[in-house]
């Protein structure tokens, strides 16, 4: 818990989300919110508690703001390529590698069925 409260302000938090990235890939983006520097410098100015990152997007652009905007690493996420049945999101993350990567927090999706 006490891990947890480093990332609140008066008990509250506000965290920009970049992983959907893998999961809606570029389609549902433009050319700037697409661009990792760009998000994480929003992240930065804004003032946000936290910015989730795939593992990816956290093994390149993270170093750079690794003091300013604490990570939330996802450890599992899923592509918006032709649906199953059920949703598949597999972990593709673990928590050892997101606290070498010095991630404040993880962030893992259930979905109702997988």
Same mark, same amino acid.
Request: no cysteine.
């Given at each position: 818990?006490?891990?947890l409260k480093e990332l609140l302000f008066?008990?509250?938090a506000l965290f920009l989300a970049l992983d959907h990235g893998l999961?809606?890939?570029p389609?549902?983006?433009n050319l700037k919110t697409i661009? %990792?520097?760009y998000v994480?410098?929003?992240a930065d100015k804004g003032k946000f508690n936290g910015i989730v990152l795939q593992k990816g997007l956290a093994e390149k652009y993270h170093e750079n703001y690794r003091y300013k905007v604490p990570l939330i690493l996802k450890l599992n996420g899923k592509t918006s390529m032709p649906n199953c049945v059920? %949703?598949?999101s597999p972990q593709n993350c673990s928590v050892n590698r997101a606290v070498k990567l010095g991630a404040d927090a993880v962030g893992y999706t259930i979905y109702i069925g997988s």
């Open positions: 818990m006490h891990k008066h008990n509250k999961e809606h890939g389609k549902d983006f661009d %990792p520097e994480l410098d929003i059920q %949703p598949y």
